[in-house]
C-alpha cells in the first residue's frame, strides 16, 4: 500500500525567507507523486506533479519539488515565501495504475510580515 | 472549461434527512472522486468511478453512503439518514489519464447536519 508522510503539521516562515514544506513516500512500484495547495473554503489546487520524468519539478506560484528516490521524497520548496503563500499544504502519492490518490495529513504555512 | 462544479456549496439540514450532493466533472474526464474532509480525519477517499462505473467503495464509511454516476457528466452522493457525525466538507474530483493525470477539484459542498 502506498503512503505519503508529511513532517510538521505547521511551518511558519517569515515573508522573503525560503519555505520548506517536507513530504516522504512509501510505495512499492515507482510513484506519481503530487503537491495540492488549498486556501480557505476552498477546494484543492495542483501545484505539481512527478510523473517519472524529470526529478526536478517546477509548478505554479514559484514552488518547485524534487523526488529523490534514495530519500524516498519530494519535498516542496519556494525560494522567498509571500503573504499569498499562507494555505494548507497536501503531498499526495498514486502508483498511476488505478489513479487513486492517496494524500498525506497535510502542512499548514504560515508566512509572517 | 468551468472546472468540477458542485452543488450545493453548503447545506444545512436536520438529523434523520436525506442529503443529496452533486458533482459535475470536467468533461473528458473519465475518473471521478468523492473525498470528505474533516479536521479529525483529514482527507479521506469514499468512493471513486472509472467510465461511470465504482471501482472502489471500501471508503464509504457505512450503508446510510450511496453514491451513483448515471453519465459522464453527473454523479450524486447520497447520505439516508443523515447524522451530526457526516458535518464535513465533501469535495469531487476528476482526472483524465496519461498527461492530463492530475486531479481537479471542486469547491465542496460544506455539510452541517443538526
Known amino acids: 500500500a502506498q503512503s505519503v508522510t508529511q513532517l510538521g503539521s505547521h511551518v511558519s516562515v517569515s515573508e522573503g525567507a525560503l519555505v520548506l514544506l517536507r513530504c516522504n513516500y512509501s510505495?512499492?512500484?515507482?510513484?506519481?507523486l503530487f503537491w495540492y495547495v488549498q486556501y480557505p473554503n476552498q477546494g484543492l489546487q495542483l501545484l505539481l506533479k512527478y510523473t517519472s520524468a524529470a526529478t526536478l519539478v517546477k509548478g505554479i506560484n514559484g514552488f518547485e519539488a524534487e523526488f529523490k528516490k534514495s530519500e524516498t521524497s519530494f519535498h516542496l520548496t519556494k525560494p522567498s515565501a509571500h503573504m499569498s503563500d499562507a494555505a494548507e499544504y497536501f503531498c499526495a502519492v498514486s502508483d498511476g495504475r488505478f489513479q487513486k490518490l492517496v494524500f498525506g495529513t497535510g502542512t499548514r504555512l504560515l508566512v509572517s510580515p | 472549461d468551468a472546472g468540477v462544479i458542485q452543488s450545493p456549496r453548503h447545506e444545512v439540514t436536520e438529523m434523520g434527512q436525506e442529503v443529496t450532493l452533486r458533482c459535475k466533472p470536467i468533461s473528458g474526464h473519465d475518473y471521478l472522486f468523492w473525498y470528505r474532509q474533516t479536521m479529525m480525519r483529514g482527507l479521506e477517499l469514499l468512493i471513486y468511478?472509472?467510465?461511470?462505473?465504482?471501482?472502489?467503495d471500501s471508503g464509504m464509511p457505512e450503508d446510510r453512503f450511496s453514491a451513483k454516476m448515471p453519465n459522464a457528466s453527473f454523479s450524486t452522493l447520497k447520505i439516508q439518514p443523515s447524522e451530526p457525525r457526516d458535518s464535513a466538507v465533501y469535495f469531487c474530483?476528476?482526472?483524465?489519464?496519461?498527461?492530463?493525470?492530475?486531479?481537479?477539484f471542486g469547491s465542496g459542498t460544506r455539510l452541517t447536519v443538526v
Open positions: 510505495s512499492s512500484v515507482p510513484p506519481y
Open positions: 468511478f472509472n467510465n461511470n462505473v465504482p471501482i472502489d
Open positions: 474530483a476528476s482526472t483524465g489519464q496519461g498527461p492530463n493525470y492530475g486531479y481537479t
